[in-house]
């Protein structure tokens, strides 16, 4: 059964979102490759589910630090475990174990509590500092406006 995006699962942190929905998507990719139990295509979902959320934590972890998020700590290793604990099942994969459907089942509740939980925990830090950030910046525009401003 596929993965179902829900309005729980928003952080209303527009950019965040779009990757959680991404990741998602990488998610159901491997639940479409386990019922046909192809096993190329279990390693790119894999691969590619591997790859995305490294990818997302970075982003997210920038964003943590930007906004001053006092927990970052503790939020970077959480990634750090669970990308560990991903590699594992892509170890497992590569000599033989049939994962996919346990690594769906992995991936799928990791991700709810995690949104739900830490994620929740980090946006109002977020949405007031980076938020405004973002803010004062488009009202100040980009280099050229403030050229043009007379201000670069």
Do not use: C
């Not at 033989?96 to 799928?108: A, C, D, W």
């Amino acid at each position: 059964m596929p993965f179902v995006w829900n309005n729980r699962l928003n952080t209303n942190i527009r950019v965040i979102d779009e990757q959680h929905r991404r990741i998602v998507d990488y998610i159901n990719a491997l639940e479409q490759a386990n019922l046909t139990a192809d096993r190329q295509m279990i390693a790119e979902a894999i691969a590619g589910v591997t790859d995305y959320t490294q990818s997302h934590f970075a982003f997210e972890e920038s964003l943590l630090e930007e906004a001053g998020y006092r927990f970052i700590k503790p939020h970077k290793k959480v990634h750090e475990l669970f990308i560990r604990r991903i590699d594992s099942y892509a170890e497992r994969h590569n000599k033989g174990e049939n994962v996919g459907g346990e690594l769906y089942n992995l991936l799928s509740t990791w991700l709810i509590n995690h949104i739900q939980h830490d994620d929740a925990d980090y946006v109002a830090s977020v949405k007031d500092k980076v938020e405004g950030a973002l803010i004062r910046r488009q009202k100040e525009g980009n280099w050229f406006t403030r050229f043009l401003r007379g201000k670069g």
